[in-house]
């Protein structure tokens, strides 16, 4: 769903705390987006586990869902980014989009609303190329392609770790093929 709206850091807190003792935490993400904030403070929350985080990209894993799907890599705790074959990975700039609710806005609001998109692009892009070892300028062309990426696309930017290709094998960027050991 919408991060943000119909997933948000509270509803994360909420199940994180009714876990019990666990190992390994699989999340599974199939979402288009949505608000950068809550994105991040589902990612930084994900991170910060004291247990591995796998995430399992479950159809689509775009603009700021791309971001919750790297916790694996950023917490360094030997967790998986995986994607089914069939996953569609999507990254952009940052973009606002009204609704026919909006409050109309003035030329001053309007250079706020400018100055704010480009110091989020700058953050999402210094964040992908943090987790990706993506030179700046390459992230950027990525971003403002603005077009649906393979898995394996994926995988080869190091954006992702592995692609299932069923219930017991995986494909990873070096196309070895492997047993799948989870732990629920």
């Given amino acids: ?48 586990l004291p247990y591995t985080v796998n995430t399992i990209a479950n159809g689509m894993v775009a603009s700021i869902a791309t971001v919750i799907f790297q916790a694996p890599k950023t917490q360094n705790k030997g967790g998986k980014r995986m994607l089914y074959r069939n996953s569609e990975p999507f990254i952009h700039n940052p973009h606002w989009q009204p609704d026919e609710n909006s409050n109309p806005i003035e030329s001053k ?20 190329s943090s987790v990706t070892s ?30 299932i290709e069923d219930s017991k094998k995986i494909v990873t960027g070096d196309d070895e093929t492997t047993k799948v050991s989870r732990q629920k």
Avoid at 1 to 28: E, H, K, S, W
């Fill in 1 to 48: 769903g919408v991060i943000g709206r119909d997933y948000t850091p509270a509803m994360l807190d909420a199940q994180i705390d009714n876990l019990g003792d666990i190992d390994v935490l699989d999340v599974y993400i199939n979402s288009g987006g949505g608000y950068t904030v809550d994105g991040y403070g589902i990612h930084d929350r994900l991170a910060s």
């Fill in 109 to 128: 609001d309007a250079r706020e609303l400018f100055d704010s998109l480009v110091k989020e692009e700058a953050k999402l892009n210094s964040f992908y």
């Fill in 134 to 163: 993506i030179e700046s300028d390459k992230i950027q062309s990525i971003m403002n392609d603005a077009k649906t990426l393979t898995p394996q696309d994926f995988i080869e930017l190091g954006f992702a770790d592995e692609i």
